[in-house]
């Protein structure tokens, strides 16, 4: 028996307690640095190859009332997609604890979880404010904010996360990339010698930017089986005059826009040993897919445990993730992570007064962990809608549900016990999968080949529009809109992305109007 959705969705203003705040990826190409005089000495240009693919394997599958995938085959004679039945509790993804059922439209990221303790909230409330304060550089009498840089992205958390959603490569390509970063380093994955991990393109007063990056856009025309042709971008970035001298000349580069802040406390509270059991580094099963777990270490600790967080899942945990975006991102320290991100080359970065150590203190990082923990996921709001069950059959169909993996339960959660026990539904495994050389970056990353990537959950993807005033996808927002983002999947997902240029248009609008309804 499905219980009823006691849900009262509204579109517009109200917030309660909230603040009024106002994929993919670079790959092959990588060029030596060469002296050029209009751009700097030692620039460099990383672009993608939007032909790499892997051969189709045309399996794909569906999943049953546990969200655990089970094969059908596409190009057999068995039937095309079916529309899907509902299930019970899908239009409360993040379930009664968890999801928001109040706000929708800009403010539809906003809302903390309605299942958390009166303590819980506290720490919210005072988390949202440090969350959408802007820093500033070191010294001032705003002692508890300052420490800003030397050399950073972004002035506050909300500056790339924007009403707690998702950030995009700029219009123009021109820096400051506010919202979209890119991620440093040599051919085995350790860090720029003269640049570090992460490029920083703004510095504080004194202080030059490390260089200034660029994106350019090639079309990539495509058709589908129907006739109906189809564009996609495919971005190159330039990393033009350098401060500090040539970048190293096997540099590997990877852009990543910031993704939406929604159910992170959710995916963290699901229990290890279930995402694992779901890996199969070896395709024993033979369907094509081989998720692998990302093992990564605490910073303080060494203790290794799955990574959940960042676009290769390099973050054991929120608390890691935050606090190394106030690092990467902001310059500012925490007892994690307690030096910024200056080589010895960057002589006025090593000179900059410090806003002490750690810049960010326990307690005010505490709070910042515990916000982006528990804010809410927006109820689904056409769940039960005829197209929107058909492009769920058509999603299970196709295969989507092997990596997204529509539904899990969390398990013990001691740090935030009002989060165990919820059935939730983020269609993800948070398991590293081959994509591709077309959204290659060809950059190791702990466990992770330069093909792999995360599967991002897709829960609230189709509020980004009504969030953030754009519809940018997929880890570096190459793609403009959602079908552009299927049409770039390849390696294990070649042959749904293969499946999806073969459907009819009746399909492929049904499919997308259900992913708009996540």
């Known amino acids: 028996m499905l219980r009823s959705p006691l849900v009262l969705l509204m579109t517009a203003t109200l917030v309660v307690g909230c603040r009024d705040d106002g994929e993919p990826s670079p790959t092959d190409g990588l060029s030596t640095p060469t002296p050029d005089s209009d751009t700097g000495a030692g620039d460099v240009t990383a672009d993608s190859d939007p032909t790499g693919s892997t051969d189709p394997t045309g399996s794909t599958g569906s999943t049953d009332s546990t969200g655990v995938p089970t094969a059908t085959t596409a190009d057999t004679a068995l039937p095309g997609p079916q529309p899907a039945e509902l299930e019970d509790g899908e239009w409360l993804p993040g379930d009664e604890v968890g999801t928001n059922t109040l706000l929708l439209g800009v ?75 890119v991620r440093l380093s040599t051919a085995d994955g350790s860090p720029d010698p003269t640049y570090g991990g992460q490029l920083q393109d703004v510095g504080i007063l004194g202080v030059p930017p490390e260089a200034v990056p660029r994106i350019t856009w090639a079309p990539v025309p495509g058709t589908f089986d129907d006739g109906t ?33 929604i159910g992170l406390g959710l995916l963290e509270a699901i ?99 515990v916000y982006s923990q528990v804010l809410a996921v927006p109820a689904r709001r056409h769940w039960d809608d005829d197209e929107v069950l058909l492009g769920k059959g058509v999603f299970d169909w196709l295969g989507c549900v092997r990596c997204h993996v529509p539904s899990h339960t969390t398990g013990a959660f001691p740090e935030l016990p009002e989060l165990e026990g919820q059935t939730i539904w983020p269609y993800t495994d948070l398991l590293l999968h081959d994509m591709g050389d077309g959204l290659a970056d060809h950059r190791p990353v702990g466990e992770a080949s330069g093909r792999e990537w995360k599967t991002p959950p897709l829960w609230g993807l189709g509020l980004i529009p009504d969030v953030n005033g754009h519809s940018r996808y997929l880890h570096d927002g190459r793609a403009r809109n959602l079908e552009e983002a299927i049409l770039w999947h390849g390696g294990e997902a070649q042959s749904a992305s293969d499946g999806y240029r073969a459907l009819p248009l009746e399909q492929r609008q049904a499919l997308l109007r259900f992913l708009e309804d996540l």
């Open 107 to 181: 403010n539809a990221f906003k809302m903390h979880m309605p299942g958390i303790s009166a303590e819980t909230e506290q720490l919210f409330f005072s988390g949202n404010s440090w969350f959408n304060q802007s820093f500033v550089s070191a010294p001032s009498s705003t002692t508890t904010r300052d420490g800003l840089g030397p050399v950073y992205n972004a002035t506050g958390c909300s500056s790339c996360h924007f009403h707690d959603g998702r950030g995009r490569p700029p219009e123009d390509g021109l820096a400051p990339l506010a919202g979209l970063l």
């Open 229 to 261: 042709p189809y564009e996609l971008l495919a971005p190159t970035y330039h990393l033009e005059s350098p401060a500090h001298g040539p970048f190293a000349a096997d540099l590997q580069i990877s852009p990543r826009v910031a993704p939406q802040m």
């Open 271 to 369: 229990s290890e040993a279930e995402l694992v059991a779901r890996a199969d580094p070896d395709d024993l099963d033979g369907d094509g897919v081989s998720g692998r777990p990302q093992w990564s270490e605490h910073p303080i600790t060494g203790a290794v445990s799955l990574g959940r967080f960042g676009w290769k899942g390099e973050a054991v945990s929120v608390e890691v993730q935050s606090a190394g975006a106030f690092n990467g991102d902001l310059g500012l320290t925490t007892d994690l992570f307690p030096v910024d991100d200056c080589t010895p080359a960057q002589t006025e970065c090593q000179a900059a007064l410090s806003g002490g150590s750690p810049e960010i203190e326990a307690h005010v990082l505490e709070r910042v962990v």
